[in-house]
């Protein structure tokens, strides 16, 4: 059923995903004596006091969307619980890919003689662990369900 707990964990692990787009995964990072923002979809660099536009990551960006839309479809599996399971499991796979692919990314934006420290961190960052731990929390409830349902069977 859709009212399950289960929905609520995908849900939020969905709207943490889709938060990158509004959050930093870098701030306030100094390239040739510039500050700049590193989100998702690129680089904004601070003009004169306006973030300005000056690189895009158009693939990022694209497998930010999907990724972010999978935990959505997970919802709408819920007559088949295994399949659930399977799916919750190798999404959280690929957030890890997912994850590595966005540090490496924000890496290279930076360049390597800048070391970003924990003042130049966005929460960008961290929002694809909650959401592991939000899918990780969806797949023991979904267990659950499974059980209550298979024990209800049983006594009849």
Known sequence: MLQRIQSIYLLVASLALFALYLFPLAHN?????????????????????????????????????????IPLVIIFLFKNRKQQIALVYSTILVLFGYSFWMAQTVKKAVGEGVQLGTKTMGIGLFLTSISIIMLLLAVKSIKNDDKLVKSADRLR
């Open 29 to 69: 990072v100094y390239i040739n004596d510039t500050p700049v923002t590193i989100m998702v979809t690129g680089i904004f660099q601070d003009v004169n006091g306006v973030q300005k536009h000056t690189d895009s990551f158009t693939a990022l960006t694209a497998v930010t969307a999907i990724v972010a839309i």
